[in-house]
């Protein structure tokens, strides 16, 4: 038996809703997960003596993209490298019981790793 026009119609719908919502979350999520690790950038910074200079560039998100955009290919993974150890370290600490001291010094030598490799 096939469903008539009115349950298809209703069916679209709610797909439509249920995308939109699902979007609409994700979005949130997102900026907020954006907002936090911008607030953390200055406090890793402190934390594992890392100049705020040379971390400047991760305090603002659109900045960091317009700099990023601007690079060299090179450059590019030298800065997402540098990037992701830093985003790896800001979920560690944003958890509620951040105390795995191990895997804080896995994550701290990944950043130092990043920092420290070659730019050409």
Same mark, same amino acid.
């Given at each position: 038996?096939?469903?008539?026009?009115?349950?298809?119609?209703?069916?679209?719908?709610?797909?439509?809703?249920?995308?939109?919502?699902?979007?609409?979350?994700?979005?949130?999520?997102?900026?907020t997960?954006?907002?936090?690790?911008?607030?953390?950038?200055?406090?890793?910074?402190?934390?594992?003596?890392?100049?705020?200079?040379?971390?400047? #560039?991760?305090t603002?998100?659109?900045?960091?993209?317009?700099l990023?955009?601007?690079?060299?290919?090179?450059?590019?993974?030298?800065?997402?490298?540098?990037?992701?150890?830093?985003?790896s370290? #800001?979920?560690?600490?944003?958890?509620?019981? #951040?105390?795995?001291?191990?895997?804080?010094?896995?994550?701290?030598?990944?950043?130092?790793?990043?920092?420290?490799?070659?730019?050409?």
């Open positions: 038996m096939t469903p008539g026009p009115a349950a298809v119609l209703i069916a679209a719908g709610a797909f439509v809703l249920l995308f939109i919502g699902g979007m609409s979350l994700l979005f949130v999520s997102r900026r997960s954006q907002r936090r690790f911008n607030q953390l950038v200055p406090w890793l910074a402190d934390r594992y003596a890392i100049p705020l200079a040379e971390l400047s #560039a991760f603002d998100w659109s900045a960091m993209l317009r990023r955009r601007t690079l060299p290919r090179r450059q590019r993974r030298h800065f997402d490298g540098v990037h992701s150890a830093l985003a370290l #800001a979920i560690f600490h944003d958890q509620p019981r #951040a105390t795995d001291a191990a895997a804080e010094a896995a994550l701290a030598e990944r950043l130092l790793e990043a920092r420290r490799a070659p730019v050409a």
